[in-house]
């Protein structure tokens, strides 16, 4: 079954073989993606982007026979690094060279997906067409996309634990913690806060801060109507 001409074809960049097949099934979830067969090498690399003309990249920083980092300089594509490394070095250089995303190893399947359809978005705003031309609310727009997934109050597609996290905190009769929708969605209080923050970011919900006896401010959710 042959895919669509429209379709994004991504690349998995990365010498340990089993992550590169969870990163290419991670990616192949997102409606319109086209996963090509995973690489372990820079040289594999430049043979498949020259062959292939993927229109993104999950490159990792360490490969055997080049950095990622030199391979992300020289080649013409626009890239995801997907890296353990998490000095700030590494992370800056990632991104003056070009790297239109930053993901720490090891990561959720949805921080790579939502990231991914978030890319889709923006590559709609800001196509690779040299007939097009763009205004500078359509270039402000397209760096939101791809920076944090859309403009607030955006339509943005959202992972199955976010809106989970989102139905906890609109159908409460009563302003939630951290911990009430962690309790109620089944996940720890860390992915609940960390969603939860995304969505108080975005505009989705609100957030206000409760003093108890202890004095501490404690964060409280509610819906954004």
């Given at each position: 079954m042959?895919a669509?001409s429209?379709d994004l ?5 990365d010498?340990d073989?089993r992550v590169?097949?969870?990163?290419a099934?991670?990616a192949?979830r ?5 996963v090509?067969?995973?690489v372990?090498?820079a040289?594999a690399?430049r043979?498949?982007?020259?062959q292939?003309?993927p229109?993104l990249?999950?490159?990792?920083a360490?490969?055997p026979?080049?950095?990622g980092?030199?391979?992300l300089r020289?080649?013409?594509a626009?890239v995801?690094?997907l890296?353990a490394a998490?000095d700030?070095?590494?992370?800056r250089?990632a991104?003056r060279?070009g790297a239109l995303?930053?993901l720490i190893k090891?990561?959720a399947?949805?921080?790579l997906?939502d ?6 978005r923006f590559?709609n ?5 040299p007939?097009?031309?763009?205004d500078q609310?359509?270039?402000?727009r397209?760096?939101?996309i791809?920076h ?7 339509s943005?597609s959202?992972s199955a634990?976010e ?7 609109e159908r ?12 109620r969605?089944g996940?720890s209080?860390?992915t609940?806060?960390r ?22 401010p404690?964060h ?6």
């Amino acid at each position: 079954m042959s895919a669509a001409s429209d379709d994004l074809v991504v690349l998995v960049v990365d010498d340990d073989f089993r992550v590169a097949r969870l990163h290419a099934e991670y990616a192949a979830r997102v409606p319109g993606v086209r996963v090509l067969e995973p690489v372990g090498t820079a040289a594999a690399a430049r043979r498949a982007i020259a062959q292939h003309r993927p229109g993104l990249v999950l490159l990792d920083a360490y490969l055997p026979d080049e950095s990622g980092l030199d391979l992300l300089r020289d080649i013409d594509a626009d890239v995801f690094l997907l890296s353990a490394a998490s000095d700030a070095d590494t992370v800056r250089t990632a991104l003056r060279r070009g790297a239109l995303c930053y993901l720490i190893k090891p990561f959720a399947a949805d921080a790579l997906t939502d990231r991914i359809a978030a890319f889709q978005r923006f590559a709609n705003v800001v196509p690779a067409d040299p007939a097009r031309t763009l205004d500078q609310e359509a270039i402000e727009r397209g760096l939101r996309i791809v920076h944090s997934g859309d403009s607030p109050g955006g339509s943005r597609s959202r992972s199955a634990t976010e809106q989970a996290v989102l139905d906890a905190v609109e159908r409460a009769d009563a302003e939630l913690s951290a911990v009430d929708v962690a309790e109620r969605v089944g996940v720890s209080r860390a992915t609940a806060q960390r969603y939860l923050s995304g969505l108080a970011a975005d505009g989705s919900i609100r957030v206000q801060l409760n003093y108890g006896s202890t004095g501490r401010p404690e964060h409280r959710y509610l819906p954004r109507g």
